[in-house]
């Protein structure tokens, strides 16, 4: 529930005696309509456009470190993942629902790639916290995020920033906002970064991990009437970044020395065993040196929306959203120089279309307000990657040294909603949700050979024979006569599926159907015994639903997809503001019943061993508290604090650790991972920030600040024994930013001297293994730079 808030109110704040803004008085659309956040009977951390821009919140990994409670990591791959309280979902398909939802306006940006450049030009951020499904639908058991863009003005105005860090880092916005007739407003807002890279390669003189982006916003107000309001948001943005490399741990041979194949013998000379583990420092990394990490990824979305108020108290609102996603990387996988798990080019497409319409009516006096609506979405994905291991042990053995993993999903999700407020009396408000959802996923998925890949030459007296070949060979010699003895092998060609289905024993492509419906719901009250004190209690449940994986799979068990989960969420807290407005103290503690967590985990192929899949955890249990507290003792001084604890822990799930062959095939081994926490869950998560503001002189003003953002450890997936456990740790931080420069009185200019985790803390966010490897994915290091930001 943390607050932070700048020195100027925005459109959505709540008026104000004076320039000051005292805590509590940021407007939030938590429940889809205008309330003040103290007034919110939920977990809402609310941060303003102007708290955004002070700590140059750029993105949600950037938002983690302000708000205690939400984690960011990313897969792999380079696409993010989001876990709010230690709800998350950690895969690497494009088309992988998240746990925590993002939308901008209220609009949908349905899957988390989605959402890398939205954070600039902004109003605000609300991060609610727990299930959102009766207001913002399916998959957000963990909460969402709602990005709120900075809107129109009726007088022009205008503003620019201008500013240079490390890496030679150059930043670049500006709006200009204004009516364009006495019906119509309008505001372009665009901004671009460009820098060098910040990782250094320590087998050689290289670096990586430049930023190019760019991003561009225009709105349009049109108001030709007192009761109808047309608004459309046009974004647009690329990003040329570099894909960030990981930092090898430690080497681990998948496949002993000694095994042989159609590729040739593992051996003790084999040039990987000598790959050099990354120094542990936060820029150091290596990468395959002739086909580095890359990114050209880019991003297009329509948003309209009318208003019509069909009688005082009554309004109709339509929300529409297309958007046309295109993705184009090139990632590091096993963080060495050799290529030994890179994937050398990861393609992919997004067209979502989603429809909402709602009446909202009460409120004016009256003592009820009430929603009811109906949601369409439509989302296609379109992804291939192409995976290359020549190096590494399986590349060695198997006979081909690389496949192409594709994945087409194609999502419908279908769902009405209620919402009600009921005021019993002027102390006590009952509130109930409910939404029915029906989702719908059609999937086409495979492993194939890569078109016009050559492979390369082998070791002498083996040949490299391709993914075809082999699996020619494998399948009707090692697996069918087990699983289907008697049954004609029809042979691999071209382009076709490898992976194999059990129940015909004939490979080939893998489609399939998954239709899912839940009803989400909430209860709650709200209790004011007395002027600027809130007691609530809430129960809510939500549902995410199921997935299908993206895998270089050997059999269709890999494709199975999980089921959707469920969460149920006991809640209650307070908020309380004193001293007229100037001290604020909120509180909450909750328990979620977590049910059948979707997770990416190993499953046990009859051929080769663990493999990447998805499972479902059948229980978890988290249960937490979260502490804010924020003050203002003296005019320009702002101080919070705020803390949030986690007890995330499986409760029951049986997991594969390794495996013993059965019949001639490898069957898994499974153990209790009961009282394991869960991933990206740390037990503690805190941020303590202070700004102060003060006079130089009648014409100039002075201020400084800082933000502490810390956590205690966590692990990046689930591990049963200690030593897996310290292997997969993600070490406890503590990140220092600092700020300080001059304003002038009217707020005209600023000059801001910043510097980010100024004490350059090593740090990860996650860690995983790449078949041969287990690294690391370093946080950035010490940044520092100038921006100069004028208005007019």
């Known amino acids: 529930m943390l607050l932070l808030y700048g020195g100027t109110a925005s459109a959505q704040e709540a008026p104000a005696a004076s320039s000051e803004i005292t805590a509590g008085e940021i407007v939030v659309t938590a429940n889809k309509r205008e309330q003040r956040l103290q007034d919110v009977g939920l977990t809402v951390t609310a941060l303003s456009g102007e708290t955004l821009a002070n700590k140059r919140i750029n993105n949600v990994a950037d938002l983690a470190m302000a708000v205690p409670g939400l984690n960011f990591s990313q897969s792999p791959e380079s696409k993010p993942v989001y876990t709010l309280r230690g709800v998350g979902f950690y895969e690497l398909s494009l088309a992988a629902y998240p746990d925590v939802t993002t939308y901008i306006d209220q609009a949908p940006l349905p899957l988390p790639v989605l959402s890398a450049l939205t954070a600039f030009d902004l109003e605000r951020v609300e991060v609610l916290k727990g299930p959102q499904g009766t207001l913002f639908g399916n998959n957000a058991t963990g909460g969402a995020i709602n990005f709120v863009a900075a809107k129109p003005t009726d007088e022009f105005h205008a503003g620019l920033n201008l500013g240079y860090g490390r890496f030679n880092a150059i930043e670049a916005s500006g709006f200009v906002s204004g009516p364009i007739s006495d019906t119509l407003n309008a505001r372009l807002a665009v901004k671009t970064v460009q820098s060098d890279g910040w990782q250094k390669s320590y087998t050689r003189d290289a670096t990586n991990g430049k930023t190019d982006t760019l991003a561009g916003r225009l709105l349009l107000d049109w108001k030709p009437t007192d009761r109808l309001t047309v608004s459309l948001n046009l974004n647009a943005w690329k990003d040329r970044s570099d894909t960030i490399a990981p930092q090898v741990q430690k080497i681990e041979l998948q496949n002993p020395v000694g095994t042989c194949g159609f590729g040739g013998c593992i051996g003790p000379d084999m040039p990987f065993l000598n790959a050099e583990l990354a120094p542990k420092k936060i820029r150091a990394a290596d990468w395959n040196p002739e086909l580095g990490p890359y990114q050209n990824n880019r991003f297009k979305q329509a948003i309209g929306r009318i208003d019509y ?370 991933p990206f869950a740390p037990k503690w998560q805190m941020n303590a920030a202070f700004d102060y503001t003060f006079p130089v002189s009648d014409s100039l003003n002075a201020f400084f600040g800082a933000n502490l953002s810390a956590q205690t450890k966590t692990i990046g997936t689930l591990k049963l024994t200690e030593a897996e456990k310290e292997e997969y740790k993600i070490k406890g931080r503590a990140i220092l930013d600092l700020n300080a420069g001059f304003t002038s009185a009217d707020e005209r200019w600023r000059l801001t001297f910043w510097g980010k985790n100024v004490t350059n803390k090593y740090y990860w966010i996650n860690v995983n293994q790449s078949y041969d490897t287990v690294v690391r994915y370093a946080g950035r290091p010490a940044e520092y730079g100038v921006t100069l930001g004028m208005k007019i």
């Open 309 to 678: 108020q069909l009688a005082d108290t009554i309004t109709l609102t339509s929300l529409s959203s297309y958007i046309d996603f295109k993705l184009d990387n090139r990632t590091e996988g096993g963080g060495t120089f050799y290529e030994d798990l890179d994937i050398l080019q990861n393609k992919g497409s997004v067209k979502s279309f989603s429809q909402e319409l709602r009446l909202q009516g009460g409120g004016s006096g009256l003592p009820y307000r009430w929603v009811l609506g109906a949601n369409y979405e439509n989302t296609k994905t379109k992804e291939f990657f192409d995976t290359h291991y020549e190096d590494h042990s399986s590349g060695y053995q198997q006979g081909f040294t690389a496949a192409r993993s594709i994945s087409n999903q194609n999502m419908k999700n279908y769902a009405a909603f209620a919402n009600l407020e009921f005021d019993v009396t002027d102390h006590i408000t009952l509130k109930g949700g409910i939404r029915y959802t029906e989702a719908q996923r059609r999937v086409a998925l495979a492993t194939s050979q890569v078109p016009g890949d050559i492979e390369p030459p082998a070791q002498p007296g083996f040949e490299n024979v391709g993914i075809n070949y082999f699996f020619n060979y494998v399948w009707p010699t090692l697996y069918v006569p087990v699983r289907c003895p008697g049954t004609t092998y029809i042979p691999i060609t071209g382009t076709n599926s490898i992976s194999i289905d059990p129940a015909t024993c004939q490979a080939g492509l893998f489609t399939d159907k998954l239709t899912e419906r839940s009803t989400s719901w909430s209860i709650g009250a709200d209790f004011k015994p007395m002027p600027g004190l809130l007691l609530y209690a809430n129960v809510s449940k939500g549902y995410k639903a199921g997935s299908y994986p993206i895998a270089g799979a050997a059999t269709w068990d890999q494709y199975r997809p999980v089921t959707q989960e469920s969460l149920l969420d006991y809640e209650a807290g307070f908020k309380w503001t004193g001293a007229g407005g100037k001290v604020m103290l909120n509180g909450a503690a909750f328990y979620y019943d977590y049910q059948d967590k979707q997770l990416r985990a190993k499953i046990i192929d009859p051929i080769f061993g663990p493999l990447d899949g998805l499972v479902n955890v059948p229980k978890s249990t988290i249960k937490g508290a979260e502490a804010e507290f924020s003050v203002r003792p003296v005019r320009g001084l702002n101080v919070s604090l705020a803390a949030t604890y986690l007890d995330a822990k499986v409760k029951r799930y049986e997991g594969v650790v390794g495996s013993r062959v059965e019949d001639g095939l490898l069957v898994p081994i499974l153990a209790d991972f009961s009282g394991v926490r869960l």
